[in-house]
């Protein structure tokens, strides 16, 4: 298949480029690398030997994607990551978020619409659901009152695409919902890039134990849960980039539409458990310093992935331990070990 992907140079992006490479398929590769670096596509091609079409863009600007796809046509399907994350930076500076988040997937579907581009896999994340009432999280679960713009983003966008899906049945769209994404490709040549000071659990964790930081301060350790700290599903990058390829392939006869799927590994793991886990593998202890709670943090979540397994045909495969180590590796390398 001829596949764009949005976002391609960053964290879920890049990892899932190399996938859809190594599996064959044709790839057009877009980014405006305001969130990545200008080496990703070297290190991707040193990982799979294949060229992507690279394009350096800003899909938000009206009217850019689709002139550059224009003539890159036919094209099965587009990937679309390309969105800001970091859930801090988004209460300062909604704005930002409202803009690059909700005018690009408004840009990506404009495209698909008009250029017939059938299959649209678009990324979400288990932050719409809130805190939970009932766990595991189901994809029938209610939305619950984003905490970010970041959040309102992805909700919002969810309801952007199941109102254009309404309106054009000729697109079909997975949303797939992921939960944590940690790790890093195990060449340690991509992996997580942070700029400034990662708001994030383990790429913290790992520039603590590589020394770029003082301790891992962990926020809060009195919530109801069994060891105080807050729980979560974190899934490795490399399975997260498998159920993208896998949500490709649904999409050729989808069950419904949009297809819904939480994206997770089924375990919650507490942040303390990754802590334990991370000194079993680095063989150190970490300094930690237990301090209140981060506003608007998630007490607990966790997915139940049996609709992904039924309709989908995947689960995770690899461990926790296997994405402390990859990430513990990509650190390493960041580091010029
Ligand atoms: C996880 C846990 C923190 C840092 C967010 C978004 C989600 C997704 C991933 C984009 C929490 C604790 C963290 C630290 C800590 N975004 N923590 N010390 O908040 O679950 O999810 O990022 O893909 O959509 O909502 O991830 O890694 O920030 O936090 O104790 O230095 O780790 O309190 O309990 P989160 P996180």
């Given at each position: 298949m001829r596949i764009v992907l949005t976002g391609a140079a960053g964290f879920i992006g890049s990892h899932t480029l190399v996938v859809l490479q190594e599996l064959g398929h044709e790839v057009i590769a877009i980014d405006d690398f305001s969130n990545s670096e200008p080496h990703i596509p070297g290190r991707i091609f040193q990982i799979t030997g294949k060229e992507a079409e690279w394009m350096e863009l800003d899909?938000?600007?009206?009217?850019?994607?689709?002139?550059?796809?224009?003539?890159?046509?036919?094209?099965?399907?587009?990937?679309?990551?390309?969105?800001?994350?970091?859930?801090?930076?988004?209460?300062?500076?909604?704005?930002?978020?409202?803009?690059?988040?909700?005018?690009?997937?408004?840009?990506?579907?404009?495209?698909?619409?008009?250029?017939?581009?059938?299959?649209?896999?678009?990324?979400?994340?288990?932050?719409?659901?809130?805190?939970?009432?009932?766990?595991?999280?189901?994809?029938?679960?209610?939305?619950?009152?984003?905490?970010?713009?970041?959040?309102?983003?992805?909700?919002?966008?969810?309801?952007?695409?199941?109102?254009?899906?309404?309106?054009?049945?000729?697109?079909?769209?997975?949303?797939?919902?992921?939960?944590?994404?940690?790790g890093a490709h195990p060449s340690g040549l991509i992996g997580e890039l942070c700029r400034g000071v990662p708001s994030n659990l383990i790429p913290y964790l790992t520039q603590t134990a590589i020394g770029k930081r003082e301790r891992l301060r962990i926020f809060g350790n009195d919530y109801s849960t069994p060891d105080g700290t807050c729980i979560r599903d974190f899934i490795h990058v490399c399975d997260l980039a498998d159920a993208h390829v896998r949500a490709l392939n649904y999409l050729d006869s989808p069950k419904e539409n949009p297809g819904i799927f939480n994206v997770g590994t089924g375990k919650g793991v507490s942040v303390q458990e990754?802590?334990?886990?991370?000194?079993?593998?680095?063989?150190?202890?970490?300094?930690?310093?237990?301090?209140?709670?981060?506003?608007?943090?998630?007490?607990q979540i966790w997915?139940?992935?049996?609709?992904?397994?039924?309709?989908?045909?995947?689960?995770?495969?690899?461990?926790?331990?296997?994405?402390?180590?990859?990430?513990?590796?990509?650190?390493?390398?960041?580091?010029?070990?």
């Open positions: 899909i938000a600007q009206p009217g850019l994607l689709k002139n550059a796809l224009r003539n890159r046509l036919p094209i099965d399907g587009i990937i679309h990551f390309a969105a800001f994350k970091a859930v801090e930076e988004s209460v300062h500076n909604p704005l930002k978020y409202y803009r690059n988040n909700l005018y690009g997937l408004v840009e990506v579907l404009d495209c698909m619409r008009e250029l017939n581009i059938p299959k649209l896999v678009f990324s979400s994340s288990c932050t719409v659901y809130g805190n939970p009432d009932e766990l595991p999280v189901t994809e029938q679960a209610p939305f619950r009152p984003a905490v970010s713009p970041y959040g309102e983003t992805k909700q919002m966008g969810e309801r952007i695409l199941m109102d254009t899906l309404k309106a054009h049945p000729e697109l079909q769209a997975c949303i797939l919902r992921y939960f944590n994404p940690i990754a802590v334990d886990t991370f000194n079993s593998i680095w063989g150190k202890s970490l300094p930690v310093e237990y301090v209140s709670r981060r506003a608007g943090d998630v007490e997915s139940d992935t049996q609709k992904i397994e039924r309709d989908l045909g995947w689960s995770a495969k690899r461990s926790l331990a296997d994405a402390l180590a990859d990430a513990w590796r990509w650190e390493q390398t960041l580091a010029g070990h």
